[in-house]
């Protein structure tokens, strides 16, 4: 692939809060890694670790690690990817193949793996570097813009659900609809379950019966556990926004054996009475996105069922924009930055 220019453009985090657009000088991948021309990277809610210095970084940095480009360089010891293949970039940058966990099979918790965005310079660019090991192959049928929010949002509530101990025909409970809750309707429907809706205020039952739920529970209008075992209870209830009490009053409505799935992150405590779990053997657990075979996964699904994030682009230089309007809660619901 030709080769444009020495730099490229980035917008960079420089220090808590501000973003400001740069050049960048334009470098050779390394051993196990490829340079990628980014066509679209989404603006998660996570990087907001990396612009208000929660993470531990080191200034500048670009943040984003929802990232989709074309391969245009590939270093030593590289292997099953070629030039002009498009790839994927998560938050997962790369797993090392020999610590424990890998070698066990768990690729998410590699002991020496790198955050896109956080330890190394992210997607809110015109080129990034990679790890070989933590690319995504996207399916030519989807665009880069429609792939970039599946990349974490998408990964993160597919792989939730898929691992699961929900079937088919069984009641899935989805709390938020948002960023990852309108996505997480959408695969919950597809994947087969009865699927409840539970936000906050009438006005949402619409769109929530519009993105696949079969019911709308009203979480101000009355306790939502009690619609649940209405229903039956459910297997599974996927928390996207919620923390603290939420949990505990949601945790009553799975049936015995079920599980609470914590996906979005608050500053609260989780408060659950030792009771609620020791009747009924219920659980409470996170999950923190998925490995690249499931990203792979989540995409071919997204493709194959339809489902699709709602989304506003932006250009690359109105990072700084869009990152305020996500953080403000006024994005509906994912924005995704495109590159020229």
């Not at 209830?237 to 608050?266: C, D, F, N, Q, Y």
């Not at 994030?309 to 990152?323: D, G, N, R």
């Amino acid at each position: 692939m030709a080769q444009v220019g020495s730099t490229y453009r980035a917008v960079q985090a420089v220090s808590p809060g501000k973003l400001e657009l740069t050049q960048k000088p334009l470098a050779e991948p390394g051993p196990s890694h490829v340079r990628i021309r980014v066509e679209a990277c989404g603006v998660c809610h996570s990087d907001s670790g990396t612009v208000e210095g929660v993470f531990p970084i080191e200034w500048p940095r670009v943040p984003g690690h929802e990232a989709v480009g074309r391969i245009d360089a590939i270093g030593a010891g590289v292997e099953g990817w070629k030039v002009g293949q498009r790839v994927g970039v998560g938050f997962l940058g790369g797993s090392c193949g020999h610590c424990g966990p890998c070698r066990n099979g768990d690729l998410v918790n590699c002991q020496n793996q790198a955050f896109t965005g956080i330890q190394h310079d992210g997607g809110y660019a015109e080129v990034m570097i990679a790890k070989a090991s933590g690319l995504v192959s996207v399916p030519d049928d989807l665009s880069s813009v429609d792939a970039a929010p599946l990349l974490c949002a998408g990964l993160t509530t597919f792989s939730a659900l898929r691992n699961s101990p929900a079937k088919a025909g069984d009641l899935v409970a989805v709390i938020g609809i948002g960023g990852l809750g309108h996505l997480a309707l959408q695969y919950a429907r597809h994947m087969g379950f009865e699927v409840a809706a539970i936000g906050r205020g009438a006005g949402k039952a619409d769109l929530a019966k519009k993105l696949g739920a079969h019911h709308y529970i009203d979480s101000t209008a009355g306790n939502p556990a009690d619609a649940l075992q209405a229903l039956g209870g459910a297997v599974a209830v996927v928390m996207t926004s919620s923390g603290g009490k939420a949990v505990s009053e949601t945790i009553k409505g799975l049936r015995p054996g079920g599980v609470a799935i914590v996906l979005g992150v608050t500053p609260e405590p989780i408060e659950v009475a030792g009771t609620d779990l020791l009747f009924g053997s219920r659980k409470v657990e996170g999950a923190l996105t998925g490995n690249p075979a499931t990203a792979d996964a989540t995409l071919r699904f997204s493709a194959l069922s339809g489902v699709a994030a709602m989304i506003e682009t932006m250009p690359l230089e109105s990072a700084p924009e869009a990152y305020a309007k996500m953080m403000s809660g006024k994005a509906r619901f994912r924005i995704v930055l495109t590159m020229p």
